[in-house]
């Protein structure tokens, strides 16, 4: 894994937002991938063990991490001191532990008339996209605003 680099920025009144990035700094922010996603995961759990008090809470997303906090009990200035200070303590080789989790999927054209203009686009069969679809392993960079929507990186085109 490569040094985390990252930028915080003012979000709301009671708020920071950690970009973060594993290549040029002007670019954070952008797209997903696994190695974003591993520090995203790594700077909440060192930020929710260090911070817990002064936090109410941590939206991770595709690139970045949303801290909301308590601002009567820190302000900004202080708070970015000491997310800087805490995640500097991150070592490289710390790898989250992912978590799989298996859904059952139901294919068929009544419930997914998709299927065939997607094989049609692909130009392969109903049963290829199914194949494809099901064999692949997923990795969930962010949950939406609807209660369980999963945003899915490395999707097979």
Known sequence: MTTPLYKIQIAAENA???YFGDN???????????????????AQAQLELCLGQLLVDMTPSYASLLVTFDPFAIDHYQLRRLIRKHLAQIT???????????????????????????????????????????????????????????????VNE
């Open 92 to 154: 490289e080789s710390e790898e989250r532990q992912a978590r799989i989790v298996e859904l059952p999927v139901y294919y068929a054209l009544e419930t997914g008339p998709d299927l065939e203009r997607i094989a049609d686009k692909a130009q392969c069969s109903v049963q290829e996209v199914i194949t494809l679809h099901s064999q692949q392993e997923y990795q969930v960079y962010a949950i939406g605003f609807a209660p369980g929507f999963a945003f899915l990186g490395q």
């Open 16 to 18: 920071l937002i950690i």
């Open 24 to 42: 040029n700094i002007d670019d954070l922010g952008g797209q997903p991938s696994p190695i974003i996603s591993n520090m995203i995961q790594n």
